[in-house]
Structure formats: C-alpha cells, structure tokens
C-alpha cells in the first residue's frame, strides 16, 4: 500500500490466508487494475481531445482578417496597383501556410519564423490602415532559434 501512496500502481498484493485479509488483498488488487484502466482511459481521452484541438487550428483563422483582405484585394485591384497584390497575397499565402502546418501536428516555431508571419500580418494590415499605424520589433540575435508556441497554436493566436 506505501508504494501505491506513492505512485506506484504496478503492484499486486498475493495473500493466501482464506480470511478477510485475503478478501481484502483481492478487492485492493481490483481497485488497482481498475484504477489503471481508469488512468490509461484518461491519458487516451487527452490524447484525443489535444489532436481535435490541434486539428481544428485552421478553422480558426478569424473569418473577418479573411474577408478584410479579400475585400483589399478587390479594392487594390480595382486600382490596378498590381505590385500591391503580388505583395499582400505573398503575404497571406505565408499566413495560409502558416495555419495549415499548426494543422499537421506543428505548434512550435522558431521565434524567427513567427516574426516572419507577425511582419507578414503586419503587411497585410498596412493595407488596409495605411499610415495609422507603425510596427518596431526589438527582438535580441540570441532567440531567434528559441521554440515558442505558433500563431494560431491554442496558447497564441492574434490571427
């Protein structure tokens, strides 16, 4: 039972006395077996949930930060500033892409690699608010190759 307090639930208590005590060994061995059972259950059911969170991430791209784009596009068009086009939608396949590797299982990134898609988002923003605003980054050499959590993962999204 000490090693059960303390974590250990791959133990099994034999007792051979035909009395309550041996009663009692076989109802604390049950409770174990099914109390790892109930412990792989949960760990299985994590599982699960995670990937569904991680599976829906593309879903989650904001319908407005589309849409506004889109609309961008049109207007960009109807302009005929075709450079700006080539460069917003450059920008927004980047973000696309982005969004469907978060999909594959991928919620980590090098902090370069997110600036990367935080300029591209900027970009595309300065389309749409030009002149309103500004973005400086002060991002030490040392972290670029440090991992954070995607744009988009569950633990960070502005998209």
Do not use: W
């Not at 007792?15 to 099914?34: H, I, P, T, W, Y």
């Not at 969170?53 to 879903?59: A, K, M, N, V």
């Amino acid at each position: 039972m000490k090693q059960v307090s303390a974590g250990n639930l791959n133990v099994n208590i034999t007792v051979q006395s035909k009395d309550g005590l041996e009663v009692l060994a076989l109802g604390f061995n049950r409770m174990l077996e099914d109390l790892r059972e109930h412990t792989q259950e949960s760990l299985e059911n994590e599982k699960i949930k995670q990937q569904l969170e991680i599976d829906l991430l593309p879903s989650q791209i904001n319908p407005h930060f589309i849409y506004n784009t889109l609309n961008t596009v049109i207007y960009l068009a109807r302009k005929q500033r075709h450079h700006d086009i080539t460069e917003m939608m450059t920008a927004f396949i980047h973000i696309l892409q982005d969004a469907v590797q978060v999909g594959n299982n991928e919620v980590f990134s090098s902090v370069e690699k997110e600036v990367g898609i935080i300029q591209d988002y900027t970009k595309i923003q300065k389309y749409r608010y030009r002149d309103q605003f500004e973005l400086h980054l002060d991002i030490a050499d040392n972290v670029s190759t440090i991992y954070m959590p995607k744009t988009g993962s569950p633990h960070c999204s502005f998209i």
